[in-house]
């Protein structure tokens, strides 16, 4: 054994047991990649990327920690999300929310709308 090293059961590891989730068509609306990491809240990703953001409001791409998704532009590809748990606390971003995600789900909408978010 190294220092270290991580030595994991001979098993499946089953990322976010039991949680609320939903899969989603995301294009991407610009010229440039767009990279989403895997917790940042999807609906505060950036603004040429075009799909349901209501929908998935307080949600987060349902993926690896430290991993994240590339949209190429033009391309459109589903993803699946799962709903961000804990205190349910999200800051910077584009700054929509900042704050409990329950709380601030209207500001933010509104927030996304003014500021031109695609599909809000």
Known sequence: MKIGEIM???REIILNEGRK?????????????????SHFHFFE??????FDREKVYGMRLDI????????EPGEQKSVQLVE??????????????????????D???SMAKEKGFKEV
């Open 8 to 10: 994991p059961l001979d």
């Open 21 to 37: 989730t939903v899969c989603i068509d995301v294009a991407n609306t610009g010229d440039r990649p767009i990279q989403v990491g």
């Open 45 to 50: 990703v950036n603004k040429l990327l075009s």
């Open 64 to 71: 690896p920690s430290g991993t994240s998704v590339r949209f």
């Open 84 to 105: 961000i748990v804990g205190n349910r606390a999200v800051y910077g971003l584009n700054d929509l929310t900042s704050g409990n995600i329950d709380e601030k789900r």
């Open 107 to 109: 500001t933010a909408i």
